[in-house]
């Protein structure tokens, strides 16, 4: 399961796409929105993505977590407005044995943060910067707090 949504992500599916009778483990990681970065007190994220781009590079990972450890994945990541508390990415690997899927798991979400199209706006009280500043192109934090703008 590859998906990029507009909508709550749901753990139990991710979980239901990878279980199997042959595999006794399975890692899950969720991303959730926290209420501080950069020593600012966040209001809530704005995801956005290059989606085609995105969904193929989500689908590679997943193919390589396959071949590498033999073990099906999940990808699951949310875009538009998340509140604090609300996940922004799920990830669930299923594998015979716990240390492969561990493994997996943490190397997909790795994977996504290198390789997947999909930026963040930290809007906080006092401001906006972006995460993966798409006018950087080079996976940097802007370092620029932006003050709306007042009409």
């Given at each position: 399961?590859?998906?990029?949504?507009?909508?709550?992500?749901?753990?139990?599916?991710?979980?239901?796409?990878?279980?199997?009778?042959?595999?006794?483990?399975?890692?899950?990681?969720?991303?959730?929105?926290?209420?501080?970065?950069?020593?600012?007190?966040?209001?809530?994220?704005?995801?956005?993505?290059?989606?085609?781009?995105?969904?193929?590079?989500?689908?590679?990972?997943?193919?390589?977590?396959?071949?590498?450890?033999?073990?099906?994945?999940?990808?699951?990541?949310?875009i538009?407005?998340?509140?604090?508390?609300?996940?922004?990415?799920?990830?669930?690997?299923?594998?015979?044995h716990?240390?492969?899927?561990?493994?997996?798991?943490?190397?997909?979400?790795?994977?996504?943060k290198?390789?997947?199209?999909?930026?963040?706006?930290?809007?906080?009280?006092?401001?906006?910067?972006?995460?993966?500043?798409?006018?950087?192109?080079?996976?940097?934090?802007?370092?620029?707090?932006?003050?709306?703008?007042?009409?």
């Open positions: 399961m590859i998906a990029i949504l507009e909508t709550e992500l749901s753990l139990d599916e991710a979980i239901r796409s990878v279980q199997d009778a042959h595999h006794g483990a399975i890692a899950t990681f969720i991303g959730v929105v926290r209420n501080h970065a950069e020593g600012h007190s966040i209001q809530y994220l704005e995801y956005s993505a290059y989606r085609p781009m995105a969904e193929r590079e989500m689908r590679a990972i997943a193919e390589e977590v396959q071949q590498r450890w033999s073990t099906p994945c999940a990808i699951l990541h949310r538009g407005r998340l509140e604090v508390g609300e996940a922004s990415l799920i990830v669930a690997v299923a594998s015979p716990r240390k492969a899927a561990f493994a997996a798991c943490e190397y997909v979400v790795e994977r996504i290198q390789t997947v199209p999909v930026w963040k706006k930290e809007v906080a009280v006092d401001g906006f910067w972006w995460v993966n500043d798409p006018a950087l192109g080079n996976g940097e934090k802007s370092g620029t707090l932006q003050t709306p703008v007042v009409a």
